[in-house]
């Protein structure tokens, strides 16, 4: 069985992105951000959303963990930072129903979502521009990365999967699952 570890960043739907891979028959557990990545013993993280990027803890060691990684809000701008990419103030700010343009129909990710699905998702902060060998797989009117990915084994949502205003939320971890049993 798949073993997921979501990563707690502080954020507040950290317990829903446990709960929703629970819900959906994962061995998966919630780690501190702190925890030495020597200890992470998964096939997969999830990089939960936070408040900040000051409290991202050793988020930036377990980026080079062989494991797929997915990252939600703050997850993939700490993951965009890390890697190269920019992060700036968005212009819309706080939590918003936006409907996301996908743009990779091929992309492990979110190549299988509607071509314009519904998501909710916060603003105040957004990735500007990928870090390089990353492609935009989602956009909207309101934010230019509403997802990013590696093509292969890393993956950044601006919106919150695991909230019930997100359609195809579910299909999204299906997806990361899939990739995490094959990799």
């Not at 994962?26 to 030495?36: A, G, L, S, Y």
């Not at 500007?128 to 934010?143: H, N």
Request: charged content about 25%; some cysteine.
């Amino acid at each position: 069985m798949t073993r997921i570890a979501v990563v707690d960043n502080h954020g507040q739907f950290t317990h829903l992105e446990q709960r929703a891979l629970r819900d959906m028959g994962v061995d998966v557990e919630t780690i501190d951000n702190e925890t030495p990545p020597e200890e992470v013993d998964a096939d997969g993280l999830v990089f939960s959303g936070g408040p900040d990027m000051d409290r991202i803890g050793n988020c930036p060691d377990y980026l080079e963990l062989d494991v797929p990684i997915l990252g939600i809000c703050l997850g993939m701008q700490l993951m965009a930072t890390e890697l190269g990419g920019t992060v700036g103030s968005g212009d819309y700010g706080g939590y918003a129903d936006v409907t996301v343009d996908i743009l990779d129909d091929d992309d492990p990710l979110v190549g299988s979502l509607a071509p314009e699905t519904r998501v909710w998702a916060s603003h105040a902060d957004e990735v500007k521009e990928v870090p390089e060998g990353y492609a935009v797989t989602a956009d909207s009117d309101v934010c230019g990365v509403e997802a990013m990915s590696n093509g292969a084994d890393r993956f950044g949502v601006q919106w919150h999967p695991e909230v019930a205003h997100t359609e195809e939320g579910e299909e999204v971890f299906e997806n990361f699952l899939a990739v995490c049993d094959s990799s």
